[in-house]
């Protein structure tokens, strides 16, 4: 196994996953993916939860990352507690009690360049050290879930990490959805689970895909910037009516599924960041460019079909 790269045999998930009954039915849900122990990410999502009251939130793996710091670790679990909480593959690997040799759990594809796999696996371990002064942190991490299966107005929401098949699976990337054969198999799925909506996240880049009876959104990271328009985090929202500052969009079937940006303090963000990850640190070597500037892509990049620009950025666009 190489760490890293290599997907542990426990993070395949049963065929069964997402039958029976949802966890539970609202009208506007929330996915959060890829937070990174960013609290001021969390503080803007807190915000946008309170102005829509009756908003649920399901937080679908990979909360922590750069919170080394044990009072930030703690003060995040802290605040996630009135949430539904799923494992991604840091959680996962934080919870083990011996290395599993999978290091970060990441199962990086190829594309992915060694230096940044081992960064990930450097960072991991710090990560662990952190954990495990926290008394009884593994033993929390380890009992969440890796699925959730919940109801919006009626419809059947798939949710997880990676994607339907594994929790640290790529084939919800923007690669893989766009890929014709993938787009087929993925309808075949949702329709013999009965599912509307698959959300997951995991890739760190956003995507976005609705075919007929089915939307897939992986809203990349909520803890980083992902577009080349803006310093915000990005997460998924599922409800009944259309918000005003989403990104982009899809209607399916009465329900509508959005990207929505999370615009969080930057600089006291960046300042937490570089007391934890000093400059030449793995963190600060693999993401300070990102935190800083952004990715090379626009939103445009992640809409693999079936979504459409939200009104605000077009608006912006058209300005431009």
């Given at each position: ?297 626009a939103p445009a990049a992640a809409m693999l079909g079936g979504f459409s620009l939200g009104l605000t950025l077009c608006a912006m666009t058209a300005l431009d």
């Amino acid at each position: 196994m190489t760490a890293g790269r290599s997907c542990p045999l426990d993070y395949h998930l049963p065929a069964d996953s997402f039958a029976g009954e949802p966890l539970f039915e609202c009208q506007t849900l929330y996915v959060v993916g890829g937070l990174y122990g960013n609290r001021q990410a969390l503080a803007a999502l807190e915000k946008r939860l309170a102005a829509e009251p009756g908003a649920r939130a399901v937080f679908n793996g990979d909360m922590h990352w750069f919170d080394v710091d044990p009072a930030v670790f703690a003060e995040i679990e802290t605040r996630l507690q009135p949430h539904t909480l799923l494992r991604g593959n840091v959680e996962t690997e934080l919870a083990r009690p011996d290395d599993s040799a999978a290091g970060c759990g990441c199962a990086y594809p190829d594309e992915v360049d060694d230096d940044t796999v081992q960064r990930s696996n450097q960072i991991h371990a710090r990560l662990c050290d952190t954990a495990h002064q926290l008394s009884g942190m593994a033993t929390r991490l380890a009992a969440r879930p890796a699925t959730a299966l919940v109801s919006v107005a009626g419809k059947r929401i798939a949710i997880t990490h990676g994607d339907e098949s594994s929790l640290a699976g790529w084939h919800c990337a923007r690669t893989a959805l766009g890929d014709p054969a993938r787009q087929q198999a993925l309808q075949a799925w949702a329709r013999q689970n009965r599912i509307d909506v698959l959300a997951t996240s995991h890739t760190c880049a956003p995507a976005a895909l609705a075919v007929p009876e089915l939307a897939v959104i992986n809203n990349g990271a909520a803890g980083m910037p992902n577009f080349n328009n803006g310093r915000y985090g990005l997460v998924s929202r599922i409800a009944t009516r259309a918000h005003p500052s989403a990104v982009y969009r899809a209607e399916l079937d009465g329900l509508v599924v959005e990207a929505i940006a999370l615009n969080y303090q930057h600089d006291a963000f960046l300042q937490e960041f570089d007391r934890q990850w000093p400059a030449g640190s793995p963190a600060a070597l693999s993401y300070r460019d990102r935190l800083l500037k952004g990715t090379d892509d626009a939103p445009a990049a992640a809409m693999l079909g079936g979504f459409s620009l939200g009104l605000t950025l077009c608006a912006m666009t058209a300005l431009d």
